[in-house]
């Protein structure tokens, strides 16, 4: 079992940047950032194979929010530049363990508990 914390996230204007943060209690082969709108499916943002770096991102954050991780402290970061309205949510941290690539929300077996993040016109 492994155990995500998430910290971070915030409210900010429009156009502004925020940076979320992801613990994790033990190995994962795959991590992610997914979001949650009120009244809105749940949605990848972006995707990491922890062990090579790479990286998919959904078209809707392409070119304005980076992941990177510090695997000495089992840890990922989302940063997030040219925020918009639209990207408010809560940001989930999400992470497997033999298994990447998939941006529905089931194929990931660890959540952590969300991190509200506000952008404001």
């Known amino acids: 079992q492994v155990q995500l914390v998430e910290s971070g996230g915030g409210s900010v204007q429009a156009g502004g940047s925020l940076n979320v943060s992801c613990v994790a209690s033990?190995?994962?082969?795959?991590m992610g950032w997914f979001r949650q709108a009120p009244g809105k499916e749940r949605e990848g943002v972006v995707i990491?194979?922890?062990?090579?770096?790479?990286?998919q991102y959904a078209d809707a954050v392409k070119g304005r929010f980076t992941i990177s991780q510090d695997n000495a402290k089992n840890t990922l970061f989302l940063h997030m530049n040219s925020l918009k309205p639209e990207d408010t949510a809560q940001y989930y941290c999400?992470?497997?363990?033999?298994?990447?690539?998939?941006?529905?929300?089931?194929?990931?077996?660890?959540w952590g508990q969300g991190t509200q993040v506000t952008v404001s016109s």
């Open positions: 999400a992470a497997d363990y033999d298994k990447c690539g998939h941006w529905s929300p089931s194929a990931f077996s660890y």
């Open positions: 990491l194979w922890t062990v090579s770096g790479a990286a």
């Open positions: 033990g190995y994962t082969y795959c």
